[in-house]
């Protein structure tokens, strides 16, 4: 279904929802350490406290108020509408094992695909004060300061991030293990942050597998307005059907290197014809 709403009053919606959504988990934060002792663990082994679950129901409300015909996806309260023209992508913690420690890379993931392409991507992170956002055909700003990824031409020189190789399915390691062992250094644990590092010229390379559309649909706009290049690891670009492969890098040479290694046992295998 098609709905009247655009870019700006979208990222104006999108916007307010990081507002909301900060102010909420700002709450539950004493001295950057999560306050309650309510955390589960879910089926798919990932955390899930009081704090998500009242965050997207929060952001979820305002979503159908002002715009009822369009679709939502959560990662805590399931979704609705995946057909509609507007969908929006929501992950009230990413990080939520971070949030718990206090390790403060959390933060909410909020994106909005138009026609399944993910068209704006803000990701805020309240204990650093930052927020991320990314509109497609316009330069990426962390609060409000325009970011440009830096060129890296070489692996060898490459700050490599993957949020945590724990998650990469057994079949997905050797391909990043081709690619890590090429890199200069690696960081591990910064999970959405990394992209925001990344577009801002501080990381050249971020690698993740195992994860799921709101946990990545914002990190499009955001890498491809500061110059950067992000698709699964087959080349595709992001829609709201990707997961579970992600791969950014800040230059977009070095991108195709990347994805070039990544694949070299499939396409072997290919030629073997096994
Ligand atoms: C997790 C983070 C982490 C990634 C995990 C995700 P959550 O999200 O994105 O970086 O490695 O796969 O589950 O569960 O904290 O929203
Ligand atoms: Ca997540
Ligand atoms: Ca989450």
Sequence with gaps: MASTANLVTCLRMAIELAETSREMIGRSLVDGAFRHGDATLKEDRSFVTATDAAVEARLREIISRRFPDHGVIGEEHGEHGRGCSHVWVLDPIDGTAAFMAGIPVFGSLI????????????M???????????????????????????????????????????????????????????????????????YGRLAQGRIDLSIDSGLKIWDIAAFAPIVSGAGGRITDWAGAPLTIDSGPRVLAAGDPAMHAVALELLGREDAAKRRAGT
């Design 124 to 194: 805020d992170f309240p204990a650093l004060g930052a927020r991320f956002v990314g509109v497609a055909g316009e330069p990426t700003r962390l609060n409000g300061n325009v970011l440009k990824t830096r060129p890296c031409a070489e692996l060898a020189g490459a700050i490599l991030s993957a949020s945590s190789p724990d998650f990469f399915p057994p079949g997905d390691i050797q391909a990043f293990e081709r690619l890590r062992s090429r890199t200069a250094w690696r960081i591990y644990g910064a999970a959405a942050l990394a």
């Design 111 to 122: 994106a909005c695909c138009v026609d399944g392409d993910p068209v704006i991507g803000v």
